[in-house]
């Protein structure tokens, strides 16, 4: 206690304290008991504020306080300013969408458009009869596979016949006047020689001969020409086929002529080969080449697939249908087909060639017309593009992108031309699967 006093007078030496007495402390006999004496402290007299050391204190202090207050307003709003900046910064990043991206495939696939035909035979007949008469019996029905020349049915003429006959007769009379006529001719003509007959007279016996030897080729005729005829009462298949229709029956009557719609005997088809007519969209025209070769499927049999080849088209678009009717034959030795039958022709059209294909789903369609978001430069722009063929899963693009481009993958319908966009993933393929 004699040292605080001392200091304090050190520094204030105009000033003196008067010297305190402090009395000796007492101890209860607990506090000795505990060994824990309470200390008391000295008092060292009541405060004066004008002492200049207490003013000094107080004054550092209230610097050091106001100080540490600075520091944490300082820090309180350097800290919600970081975290302002964090904010605006995630908000931005959080504003700018994600796409996802492919690149365009170089070319396209080739492809296969599949097209309904009807199969016909390579050769479809009706066969009539070309006499009049009675059908007197039929050697064939339908389902019946007949070679050519095979007798099919037989036709009674009588009258036919009775013809025939008169006209073999006729023929024999013009015949033997011929004969006479050419003896009486050679006779004169001898006997003109002599100057025995006038040659006026020798002259009448050679047109006599002449006239008679036409009308003996005329009977001639007449005869081959019955006998053509009676050659019809055999019908006969034309060419190997297959028996389609019968539609006559023996005693039927059979007028050949007479009739302005004669009546069909039999119906011949060829089937051993097969002719399958296409009508192929006019898109598609100019990928159709004679000779290519087609494959045949139907309904009937999925599992068989058949070759066929484009033979010929008519070079013209219909005006109605604006399709190109195109010819395909196809073998059927073993009968796979029927005629008639409804089948599809899967035909290969060759791959496009400076073109690109993307997906599906990067097509917008706006009423600007068709487009495609591309990313440049982190911004979206919309290119409208022209497509060729579709590929369901893919479409093939003429115009508009290069394979460089990125496109974006299922935009949304909010997509403009200036956005900026980040890219989330990027696909190195378009090709359709």
């Known amino acids: 206690m004699d040292e605080v006093i001392d200091n304090a007078k050190a520094q204030d030496p105009v000033r003196r304290t008067p010297a305190l007495t402090t009395p000796q402390p007492h101890h ?86 599949v097209l309904p035909g009807n199969t016909q035979a390579f050769i479809d007949t009706s ?29 009674d003429a009588p009258e036919l016949d009775q013809q025939l006959q008169q006209a073999e007769a006729d023929l024999k009379t013009a015949q033997a006047n011929q004969q006479l006529a050419q003896t009486t001719n ?84 060829q089937v051993g080969k097969l002719r399958i007519f296409v009508s192929v969209p006019e898109a598609y025209s100019e990928s159709i080449r004679d000779g290519a070769q087609v494959e045949i499927t139907q309904d009937a049999d999925p599992g068989r697939v058949l070759k066929g080849t484009v033979t010929r088209n008519s070079n013209a678009i219909n005006q109605t249908t604006r399709t190109l009717n195109v010819e395909v034959d196809v073998d059927n030795t073993h009968g796979d087909l029927l005629p008639g039958a409804y089948v599809f022709v899967h035909m290969k059209l060759p791959a496009g060639f400076n073109t690109v294909t993307i997906p599906s789903n990067t097509l917008i369609f706006r ?30 693009v003429t115009s508009g992108i290069t394979p460089q481009d990125q496109v974006i993958l299922d935009p949304s319908d909010s997509l403009i031309s200036g956005l900026q966009v980040e890219i989330g993933s990027v696909d190195g393929s378009a090709s359709a699967r």
């Open 28 to 113: 209860s006999a607990e506090e000795e008991r505990l060994g824990h004496p309470a200390t008391i402290l000295p008092d060292s007299g009541p405060h004066n504020p004008d002492e200049p050391g207490s003013n000094r204190s107080m004054f550092v202090g209230a610097l050091v306080v106001a100080l540490l207050i600075g520091v944490a307003i300082f820090v309180g709003i350097r800290s919600r300013a970081a975290s302002e900046r964090k904010l605006e910064r995630a908000t931005e990043s959080a504003a700018i969408p994600t796409v996802n991206v492919v690149h365009p495939t170089v070319g396209s696939k080739e492809q296969e458009v």
């Open 186 to 269: 050679v006779r004169w003509q001898a006997l003109v020689a002599k100057h025995a007959v006038s040659q006026q007279e020798a002259d009448q016996m050679a047109g006599d001969f002449a006239a008679k030897q036409a009308a003996s080729a005329a009977s001639e005729a007449n005869v081959r020409r019955l006998l053509q005829l009676q050659s019809y009462e055999r019908v006969t298949a034309p060419f190997d086929g297959v028996i389609t229709a019968r539609a006559t029956d023996v005693g039927s009557l059979i007028d050949a002529g007479s009739s302005a719609e004669p009546h069909e005997l039999f119906h011949l088809d």
């Open 127 to 155: 066969i009539y009869a070309r006499t009049n008469g009675y059908l007197k019996q039929w050697f064939v029905d339908i389902g019946a596979h007949v070679r050519q020349g095979e007798l099919l049915a037989i036709i």
């Open 367 to 396: 009423s600007q017309g068709l487009e495609v978001g591309v990313v440049r430069t982190s911004h979206v722009q919309l290119v409208p593009i022209t497509i060729g063929h579709d590929f369901g899963s893919a479409v093939e």
